[in-house]
């Protein structure tokens, strides 16, 4: 999984870091973490149509990710 450097720590969740995931539902798999929205699009759109991209809290050394509503 690809983790972009410069990605900030959740400050409500230790261990976490916040920014946009380029995720797929079933089966489950976290492509990567992104800074910044416009490359994490880009990822999933290489990705096919199945991947989404949506901004929340990833647990570092796991596939754990947490998206914030709205996202």
């Not at 990567?32 to 699009?41: F, H, L, N, S």
């Not at 880009?42 to 949506?54: I, M, Q, R, T, W």
Request: zero cysteines.
């Amino acid at each position: 999984m690809f983790i972009d450097k410069g990605l900030k720590p959740d400050p409500e969740n230790a261990g976490y870091v916040l920014g946009w995931g380029v995720l797929r539902y079933s089966p489950w798999h976290l492509a990567g973490m992104y800074t910044a929205k416009e490359t994490a699009e880009v990822e999933a759109a290489n990705l096919g149509s199945e991947y989404e991209v949506h901004y929340g809290s990833h647990r570092v050394g796991s596939d754990d990710f947490v998206w914030h509503g709205g996202s």
